[in-house]
Structures are given as C-alpha cells and as structure tokens.
C-alpha cells in the first residue's frame, strides 16, 4: 500500500493551524497512523488507529479520516514542533510509510 | 517502563558480516512482536521486517526478503537484525521497535534509540 503525504515540506508561523493530509492507494479503513522525528532524534508516535491521540501528546495535535484519506492537525503550531511528520499504514503487511512532511517555523 | 536498548554504532567495510541487537525490558517479550525500521541518510523511514519471540514468526518487506535476517533469542529477551555480507547501500541508522498492545499490526509506541551502520571501504 502507498501512503502520498502532502506537502512535502511547509513553513507556517507559531499559533498557525497547519495540516498535512495523508492518501492510501486503497482503503485502509482506519488503520493509519502518525508519527513525529525531531532533527536527530527517535520517532514518536503522536496518532494512532487515525483518531487516538497516544498518551502524553499534546491536545494540539488531531487525526482525523477513514478508508484513504487522512489528515493531521496541529491547531496552534508551537517552535517544538519543528519536525519530520511521517504517516504509517498497519492494515496489511508490509507496513508502509509515507515519504513525511517537513515542517518548519516562518 | 517499556525500555528497547540497541547495540552501538558500527563502522564496517564492504563484504563484511554484522548483527546488531535490540534488548528489551519492561513486558512481556515473547507476548510482543518486535519490528525494523531503517532510515537511510537523510531520508524517511522503511519497514523491514518483524518477529514474534515467542515462537519466532518473521515476516519480512519483500524490498529486505533475502538481504537482511532478524532472529529473537527469548532467554536473553533480545532481537538481532544481522546480514551476511554489507554493501554501502546498507548504510543507515536502524531502529527497533514495537507494536502496540502486542498484535503484528498496529501502531509503533516503543522505539529503540537506533543503531547507526555505516558501510565503507
């Protein structure tokens, strides 16, 4: 299955509502999730089953979508945000990635 | 707590073998799959392959079918991503990590700190 995240990269300005969308080459119901990589740093999983924010993730972060499109939402982007944003799907092996959205700070 | 502790970097010359390991602590390793996860230089992450410990189930990407083996030894709770010989190509950092809730499929909450590879003449 592939995963088109879109855009690849953005700029936006603290306090800005940022989203980046995530398309499956097939239905996937709702088996997607999302993860933040920080320069240098191990991935974190901020989202999963598209929906469910995992334990200790701020509530400015969302998910939403079913089936093949999904979207992750930072409702007031913050400096730490600064990252590589990939989206995953786990509906059928192989596990796939997307190509991840880089997000910087205006 | 949940704790995925890998092996160190590894600087290697073409041809050559190498395993690295990821031991873990914390649950239940032979009710938990563990996964493999590589990120080339400045690129995005690829899944390789996973294996149940408990009895060894491997699965693996068909882009990594043939190119890399990962085994589980469950009396030291330790799985090992290992090949049989290197190419450049193979440079990256590699991280374990595992499943939510112990199915094969689900979301990756618990990440090693990874295991940079680097492969050159």
Known sequence: IRLTQSPSSLSASVGDR???TCQASQDITDYLNWYQQKPGQVPKLLIYTASNLE????????????????TLTISSLQPEDIATYYCQQHDILPITFGQGTRL??? | EVQLVQSGAE????GESLKI?????????????IA???????????WMGIIYPGDSDTR???????????SADKSINTAYLQWSSLK????????????????QLAALDSWGQGTLVTVSS
């Open chain 1, 18 to 20: 940022v989203t980046i």
């Open chain 1, 55 to 70: 334990a200790g993730v701020p509530s400015r972060f969302s998910g939403s979508g079913y089936g093949t499109d999904f």
């Open chain 1, 104 to 106: 910087d700070i205006k």
């Open chain 2, 11 to 14: 600087t290697k010359k073409p």
């Open chain 2, 21 to 33: 390991s990821c031991r873990a602590s914390g649950f239940s390793f032979t009710e938990y799959w």
């Open chain 2, 36 to 46: 493999w996860v590589r990120q080339m230089p400045g690129k995005g992450l690829e």
């Open chain 2, 60 to 70: 693996y990407s068909p882009s990594f079918q043939g190119q890399v083996t990962v």
């Open chain 2, 88 to 103: 450049a190509s193979d440079t990256a950092m590699y991280y374990c990590a595992r499943p939510k809730g112990g199915y």
